[in-house]
């Protein structure tokens, strides 16, 4: 199983970015996909998840400005983030399952 993630990038306060993890070795429908995310010198945390049904849950910092979706035919997550903050600066990485194979992360930097 190999996750690839990318859609990173510089973005002004406010703005907005989607994240792709495609999923290879594995179908993308058969468990849950997970976003993590990991700031300068902070721990790796949660950010938004959805399962093989399609329910999803969101970290508190992100409901409302984030949604996690999926393309069973691209066999890729999303995770589209509108009205970014500077506190949302961090590295995003995807993990499908979740805890068991990642992504090698994808940088996402927000301007005040």
């Known amino acids: 199983v190999q996750l690839q993630a990318s859609g990173g990038g510089l973005v002004q306060a406010g703005g907005s970015l989607r994240l792709s993890c495609a999923v290879s070795g594995t179908w993308v429908s058969f468990s849950a996909t997970a976003w993590y995310r990991q700031a300068p010198g902070k721990q790796r945390e949660f950010v938004a998840r959805i399962a093989s049904s399609g329910a999803t849950n969101y970290a508190d910092s992100v409901k409302g400005r984030f949604t996690i979706s999926r393309d069973n035919a691209k066999n890729t997550v999303y995770l589209q983030m509108d009205r970014l903050k500077p506190e949302d600066t961090a590295i995003y990485y995807c993990?499908?399952?979740?805890?068991?194979?990642w992504g090698q992360g994808t940088l996402v930097t927000v301007s005040s």
């Open positions: 993990t499908h399952p979740p805890g068991n194979y």
